[in-house]
């Protein structure tokens, strides 16, 4: 049986990943979008062939929908996620699920009521590298974690609303944080919020820097964020007392117990030629990746996703935390 999927919210993000990725996926198919905006809604109706409806409540009435998929900005996604939990829909929502945790608590309640499948679109758990990393971690090849440095830098976000707080629920804390402190959360647990501060570089009405200092049942970790460069830079660092390892994206290298290791895209070398290590071609795509794993786990129905919305709410709390300590220590 083929599910029926619904996208509310018609920007870039659902066009170029989420229609794609459920319509590559065996047993899943787009039937419907809704989108807001007039002349969005009628190009891309245009584009990919499909209804287009001005909401979501008019997209479930006209639809008999197994998934809405939610690409809207965050202040929307309540609502959104509400009414389709209640119209018995597996939900997979964009980050942040919420603007703060209370919000966050209400939807997990409501997804957890109606006994639907749910995942938060966290993106780095995807990367191949990130899978490696993590399996090197929780196995404790590594041996006792003692410290963690994250940095995610990334271009300033060209939608105005990532601006406005009341509909984004902050700035780059909210934004970037997210996924990093979800594979933080599925390696180490929910941590203490030691210190934080949070700065507005370029003038912006939210925060464009943030920093904190958490501290979990081990170890203490450095997140920094940033919408300060022209090309994203995203770094991981773990050390142990057996052994390191540092990550990107692109590349996983690090040492166990004296013995070096690399990776390439989750991949390690072909073949060694003496000057350079070979690495085959990686055609990696998280996103499809993310989604197709909602997917395959809203077709068994199956609730236990990487990341359901009580994921979304641990994060939501962090976050929420960080922004205290923020305040509390005159770092806003």
Known sequence: MTLSVGVVGAGWMATDYHVPGFDSHPE??????????????????????????????????????????????????????????????????????????ATARRMADAADEAGVVTQVGYLHRYYGNYQRAMDIVSNTL?????????????????????????????????????????????????PTVESASVQSRGGRAVEDLGRATLSFDGPTATVSASWTQTEGVSRVLVVGTEGWLELSPERLEGDVHGRPFAFEHGDLPMVDIGLADLYPASDEDPHR????????????????TTAPASRGVAVAEIIDAVYEQADAGGNR
């Open 142 to 190: 590594l041996g006792d974690v003692v410290e963690v440095t994250v940095a995610h830098h990334s271009t300033p976000p060209t939608q105005g609303w990532y601006y406005d707080q009341s509909v984004s629920g902050g700035g780059v804390v909210r934004d970037l944080f997210p996924h990093s402190l979800d594979v933080l959360l599925d390696l180490f647990g929910q």
């Open 289 to 304: 990746a993310r989604i197709h794993d909602f997917a395959d786990h809203a077709a068994a129905g199956d609730r236990a």
């Open 28 to 101: 899943t198919r787009v039937v419907a979008f809704a989108e807001a905006s007039d002349d969005r809604r009628a190009t891309v109706a245009a584009e990919l062939s499909l209804p287009g409806y001005p909401d979501a409540a008019a997209m479930l009435a006209a639809h008999d929908l197994d998934i809405v998929s939610v690409c809207t900005p965050p202040s929307t996604h309540e609502d959104i996620f509400v009414a389709a939990v209640e119209d018995g829909c597996h939900v997979l929502c964009e980050k942040p699920l919420a603007t703060d945790a």
